[in-house]
């Protein structure tokens, strides 16, 4: 991943989140409160005016870090800082000028770390963390069976859809969700459905 891609990752990001508000709004209304698909949007619409303003010769960390930057300041609700800490620190992991697809694995393990730790979900808690830890997986898998980055993308797009899928019969402990006890079960999670089109659009902009 170098510079490029980084920017053309999060424009097609920011593109899947507006396209998909509606569907995210609905999961988040479901067992949360219904702001998850607008937070987003805001978020990432932020986001691309910060893009729009970065100095060209900014290294490929310097493009994720500020955009994680940006959601923190821009989104109220939980995913905001949490999907920023972990753009942050992806960012401050990634070598310049460009990673290859263990760096970015690497990276992006460090950057669940950070989601981890500033909420403390573990697999199963029904969060984004179910879609963000098996497309984090797959990519480490996929770099050490030596696929493009583009093929070792689009596995971690799909590792991430199964993940948030597999969020419907789990019952939520994390988050707002868990309020809802064993109301939540048979809900999608709002999160982990947007940390899957985050991945996905990571497989877009690679050609996927
Ligand atoms: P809020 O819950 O504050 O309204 P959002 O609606 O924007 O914030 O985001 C909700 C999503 O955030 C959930 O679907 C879940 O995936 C994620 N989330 C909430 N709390 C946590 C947590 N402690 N750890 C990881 N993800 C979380
Ligand atoms: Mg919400």
Redesign the pocket.
């Known amino acids: 991943m170098d510079t490029d891609l980084a920017l053309g990752w999060l424009r097609a990001a920011a593109a899947a989140v507006e396209q998909h508000e509606p569907e995210?709004t609905a999961?988040?209304a479901a067992?949360?409160?219904?702001?998850?698909g607008a937070?987003?949007r805001r978020g990432f619409t932020a986001v691309l005016a910060a893009l729009d303003a970065l100095p060209p010769d900014t290294p490929v960390g310097g493009v994720l870090s500020r955009a994680g930057t940006t959601l923190i300041s821009t989104?109220?609700?939980?995913?905001?800082p949490?999907y920023g800490s972990a753009l942050r620190t992806t960012g401050a992991a990634l070598p310049a000028p460009a990673a290859d697809i263990t760096d970015l694995a690497a990276a992006l393990r460090a950057g669940l770390s950070a989601?981890?730790k500033?909420?403390?979900?573990v697999p199963g808690?029904?969060?984004?963390?179910?879609a963000f830890e098996p497309a984090v997986a797959a990519l480490e898998r996929a770099a050490f069976d030596g696929f493009s980055l583009r093929e070792a993308a689009a596995l971690a797009a799909e590792a991430a859809e199964r993940g948030a899928r597999d969020?419907v019969p789990l019952e939520?402990r994390?988050?707002?969700?868990?309020y809802l006890g064993p109301r939540s079960v048979g809900h999608q999670?709002?999160?982990?459905?947007?940390?899957a089109l985050l991945f996905r659009a990571l497989a877009r902009a690679a050609g996927a």
């Open positions: 995210l999961l988040d067992i949360g409160d219904g702001d998850h937070n987003l989104v109220g609700g939980a995913a905001g949490l989601v981890q500033l909420g403390g979900a808690d029904k969060t984004m963390v179910d969020t939520a994390k988050g707002r969700a868990s999670d709002p999160g982990a459905t947007s940390t």
